[in-house]
Structure formats: structure tokens, C-alpha cells
């Protein structure tokens, strides 16, 4: 994967000022405002800032905790965890692996029914969703989806 560099300058005049101060500066969206928060539509959740696939609706789920919540990446390099300790707590940050764009945060162990134990809270605004069959090379991407364990 080739990684994405660019200037706080060259970001800024990429994104919008709420995708910015999300993306580049760690911000989180109001609860239930995102536009995925509840989105059905099949496809591939990409970062907002540079392409990446991150998510695929398959791993999606109702957490009902006020964002888009997926139980696991796409890919493990899809993703970089740091510890995040910003509000008095530890939690775990995930940031985007090609361009270090912060997506949300991930927690263990809350209970909900889903495979890995994990509910990956990202920010809509740091996702764009590429609704299934209109991807550039769909057929490979689902092809890799289906061979992953």
C-alpha cells in the first residue's frame, strides 16, 4: 500500500472544514448525525481522505450508540490502532493505514452479537461509501473479501 503524505496546507484545501478537523485533527461528529449511521446500502466504506477500503457493509451492525459501527476491517493493515488516552480514559484510536486519517475508535468486550467482540465506532464523515457494483474493479475486491479468513 502506498502511503499517502501531504502537507496540513494541501489537507485543508482537500476536505471540507468538518472533514478536516475530523480526519486531520481527531474530532468526532455529533451522535446520529453522520450520513451512514444507519445507511443498508451494500458497498465498500472507504477513508474520506485518500481512497482507502477500510469497511464492507457485511460488518456493519446496529449498535444504536449514535455512529457507524463495524465488528472488523476489511483488511488487518487496512487500519492502525494507537492508544488514546486524550479523555481520561484508555481507548483505542483507528486511523486510516495510507493516509493516518483518524476514523473513530474501537471497544471490546461491551456484548453484542457479533464475531470479533468489537464494535469499531467510526465518524460518517471520515467514510465515503462505494455502493456495491460501482467500484473500478469490484470482481477483484469481492473475490479478495471472500478468500479472507
Known amino acids: 500500500m502506498d502511503k499517502v503524505n501531504k502537507t496540513e496546507t494541501e489537507w485543508r484545501e482537500q476536505l471540507s472544514p468538518q472533514e ?3 480526519l486531520r485533527q481527531a474530532g468526532t461528529e455529533a451522535p446520529w ?7 443498508k446500502t451494500e458497498g465498500v466504506y ?18 444504536h450508540c449514535g455512529w457507524p459501527s463495524f465488528y472488523q476491517p476489511t483488511a488487518d493493515d487496512a487500519v492502525v490502532l494507537i492508544e488514546d488516552r486524550s479523555m ?5 484510536e483507528a ?4 493516509c493516518d486519517s483518524h476514523l473513530g475508535h474501537v ?32 470482481q477483484a475486491i469481492s473475490e479478495r473479501h471472500t478468500a479472507s479468513p
Open 46 to 63: 472507504r477513508c474520506r481522505a485518500c481512497g482507502a477500503e477500510l469497511f464492507r457493509s457485511d460488518a456493519k451492525f446496529e449498535s
Open 107 to 138: 471497544f471490546e468486550g461491551e456484548g453484542y452479537p457479533v464475531p470479533t467482540d468489537q464494535r469499531w465506532c467510526i465518524n460518517s464523515v471520515s467514510l465515503a461509501l462505494e455502493p456495491a457494483g460501482h467500484g473500478p474493479d469490484e
Open 95 to 98: 486511523r486510516c493505514a495510507r
Open 88 to 92: 481520561g480514559m484508555k481507548r483505542i
Open 33 to 39: 448525525t453522520g450520513e451512514y449511521t444507519d445507511a
Open 20 to 22: 478536516y478537523r475530523v
